[in-house]
């Protein structure tokens, strides 16, 4: 059974920085992708960013691309989400997702964390 533990959210003002951790255990090759969505109040649940786990090819959301990075540690089986210059937009829970492949689709991904609260203050 593959789990998936969050961590690193918190509130931080605009302009700021931000590192998520994911730790995925019972990985197997059903979990070779690995990837970030979020969900603010009041709207749906959107795509930030994934990761091949054995390639390490990456793709992003056009609203964080070149403020996230996306990486992985093999030996700690943990993704994690680099996020810079933080916008008040970017105000969402954060949830770690895994399944067969990388993609920006949410119904590719069978294994949900619970998410992160991460806040931007002005």
């Known amino acids: 059974q593959v789990q998936l533990v969050e961590s690193g959210g918190g509130l931080v003002q605009a302009g700021g920085s931000l590192r998520l951790s994911c730790t995925a255990s019972g990985r197997s090759s059903s979990t070779n992708g690995m990837a970030w969505f979020r969900q603010a109040p009041g709207k749906v649940r959107e795509f930030v960013a994934s990761i091949n786990w054995s390639n390490g090819y990456t793709y992003y959301a056009d609203s964080v691309k070149g403020r996230f990075t996306i990486s992985r540690d093999n030996a700690k089986n943990t993704v994690y989400l680099q996020m810079n210059s933080l916008k008040l937009e970017d105000t969402a829970v954060y949830s770690c997702?895994?399944?067969?492949?990388?993609?920006?689709?949410?119904?590719?991904?069978?294994?949900w964390g619970r998410g992160t609260q991460v806040t931007i203050s002005s």
């Open positions: 997702a895994a399944g067969p492949w990388a993609s920006k689709v949410q119904s590719a991904y069978g294994y």
